[in-house]
């Protein structure tokens, strides 16, 4: 019996080590968006505000030079930033509607469609999900050159290139999410409407969308996440359009103020809110809906688990 | 007895009253259709040009003729490109150990012993997979910063090392892996081990007899979850390591950005493919062999 407590002990250690670990650079992140610059770069700065001194003025701003909130305006008033902010907001919408919407209509006709005639659509999927991304990346750049050369109609390199190379990856995880649950969910409560004298219209509207929702909602939290966190296809297929984590990575890799921590932080708050909020309507929704021994409140459909 | 022939002939004759039901709900093939065109064209096309480019010739800077050279294949045998796929292979499966080691536990912990806060902890591995992979990885940075506390007063100064490369492998990749092994521990049946310890196992026997066989299945498609994007990783090697410990997809890229020589970048990019594929083969033999044995 002691030894089984010591041993739940020695796991729990570990556990808060690990989150410790996993929670440590978003805190530092945090408590940086906060920092002055460094004495030297202030006392050698000749404005009144020491946030409008430039990322290679700076000075050393990995340690602590004192507190100041005024990165948050100096982020929010940049001029490349929000832009940026709001370009990767109009294509990861977009991403996340035009994947959702595929990856349903593929599910719902993939989940019950015999295993020979599947097959090949899932070998295509998974092999969207299994060549890197980068591979993906250099491969639609030059596809989409070689088609605005031969169709004058294709888009230049730019929002809409950048979108179209996204929706590959996107759509094939929103239709792995809705089709677990399409599968999971069994078919009686449709069979009993159709007994019931409701047409295959009215059965899909009001009986297998609505179950349906958690998951497509998920797909398409996760699809717009996802088109907003990347990098690796924009940053090939972009043109000259500036995403934000195409202007994020050149100021991480060619220096930056904490303005960027500063909206980075603001970013982080928005997604915690809405990861709770997802949670809660996962859960509420699982209460009025299902029985079953789900612990997780439906957060394993939100990251695609089931 | 009537009743119980009446069962009895209702449960035989079930799955043929099933298969000849007037009707099933199922949906129209053709609702493929969207996404098949989709995927001919956006995903089949590139990697079709990509082929095409691999085996063109490269005329001069940026422009090529198409044919079947396979000089850019052959270039890739020179010592300066291998060593890049071994270094790049090894970091993965070391980066994917490395994450293995530190989520397994964490994932156990959950499963195991976790009940009110279960739901609590899975969003707290969740919140940093939905928060910005540049952002993870500039916030590394600031920590590992030769001017950065750690440097200076716990004398580790390991940015624009492997070793920080290392670190931000295991940081980003955590999460991918801790949800799938997590989902498999959910699914134990945990009464096992308790009859397997009633019956004289030490927890250790019980551990590497019960659990982990029949976690096993989960821990490997996780490994495999983060192993593929981690032989393709672009964005970390370049942050974490300044350009000193570059991987595959750096030097792809760079022959897409800078050097402008796409036919050999296409060659790299069919070789990573191809090096990724071995490992998804082994993977599926691995997974049809379990679901034969039933586990």
């Known amino acids: 019996m002691r030894r089984r407590v010591t041993a739940k002990q020695g796991f729990t250690v570990w556990a808060v080590a690990v989150f410790a670990f996993l929670y440590l650079p978003i805190l530092v992140m945090v408590i940086f968006a906060f920092n002055k610059p460094s004495a030297t770069s202030v006392a050698a700065f000749h404005g009144s505000n020491i946030c409008n001194i430039p990322p290679t003025q700076v000075g050393n701003i990995t340690v602590w030079n004192g507190f100041t909130s005024c990165w948050f305006s100096a982020g929010l008033h940049d001029p490349t930033y929000i832009p940026a902010i709001v370009t990767s907001l109009q294509i990861a919408a977009a991403a996340a509607i035009i994947s959702t919407v595929l990856g349903l209509c593929a599910a719902l006709a993939l989940a019950r469609m015999r295993p020979r005639l599947r097959a090949p659509f899932d070998a295509l999927v998974y092999l969207t999900l299994v060549v890197p991304e980068i591979v993906i990346a250099v491969a639609s750049l030059i596809f989409f050159v070689q088609a605005r050369n031969y169709l004058h109609a294709f888009p230049p390199l730019g929002k809409a290139t950048i979108l179209l190379g996204q929706v590959v990856f996107n759509a094939s995880v929103a239709m792995l999410i809705i089709r677990a649950r399409f599968v999971g969910m069994g078919d009686t409560l449709e069979e009993a409407a159709y007994d019931l004298g409701s047409g295959p219209m009215a059965t899909f509207r009001q009986v297998t969308l609505p179950r349906l929702m958690p998951a497509i909602v998920a797909a398409a939290l996760l699809s717009f996440t996802f088109s907003f966190d990347d990098y690796v296809v924009p940053a090939f297929t972009n043109g000259t359009t500036n995403t934000w984590p195409i202007v994020l990575y050149s100021a991480v890799r060619f220096g930056l103020t904490p303005a960027i921590n500063a909206l980075a932080t603001i970013m982080l708050t928005i997604t915690v809110l809405a990861v709770i909020v997802t949670a809660i309507v996962l859960r509420r929704s699982r209460v009025r809906a299902a029985p079953g021994q789900d612990q997780t409140g439906g957060l394993d459909i939100a990251v695609g688990l089931r | ?295």
């Open chain 2, 1 to 295: 007895m009537a009743v119980a022939e009446q069962t009895g002939t209702g449960t035989v004759a079930a799955p043929a009253a099933r298969r000849k039901r007037s009707f099933r709900p199922r949906y129209p093939a053709w609702l493929t259709a969207p996404s098949l065109v989709y995927y001919a064209i956006f995903f089949l096309g590139p990697m079709a040009i990509l082929v095409a480019f691999s085996l063109a010739t490269q005329r001069g800077f940026g422009s090529l003729s198409y044919g079947f050279d396979i000089a850019q294949y052959r270039l890739i045998g020179n010592p300066l490109y291998t060593t890049i796929f071994a270094r790049t292979l090894v970091m993965a499966g070391i980066g994917s150990v490395l994450t293995i080691a530190v989520g397994y536990p964490l994932a156990y912990w959950m499963a195991r012993y976790l009940t009110t806060y279960k739901m609590l902890a899975l969003l707290l591995v969740v919140v940093p997979f939905w928060t910005s992979f540049l952002i993870r990885t500039y916030a590394l940075k600031i920590i590992l910063d030769p001017n950065g506390y750690l440097a200076k007063y716990a004398g580790i100064n390991i940015l624009y090392t492997k070793y920080a490369v290392a670190v931000g492998l295991v940081y980003n990749y955590l999460p991918l892996f801790i949800l799938p092994t997590f989902a498999s521990l959910e699914r134990m049946d945990w009464t096992l081990i308790e009859a397997a310890t009633d019956l004289g196992a030490r927890p250790l026997t019980a551990f590497r007899q019960i659990t982990l066989r029949l976690t096993l299945p989960g821990v490997i498609t996780g490994a495999l979850l983060v192993f593929i994007p981690m032989t393709g990783e672009y964005i970390i090697p370049n942050i974490l390591s300044g350009g000193n410990y570059e991987f595959v997809g750096n030097v792809i890229g760079d022959q897409f950005n800078q050097a402008q020589n796409q036919p050999f970048g296409s060659a790299l990019s069919i070789a990573l493919m191809g090096a990724l594929s071995v490992f998804v083969i082994v993977y599926i033999l691995f997974a049809t062999k379990e679901e034969q044995f039933g586990a």
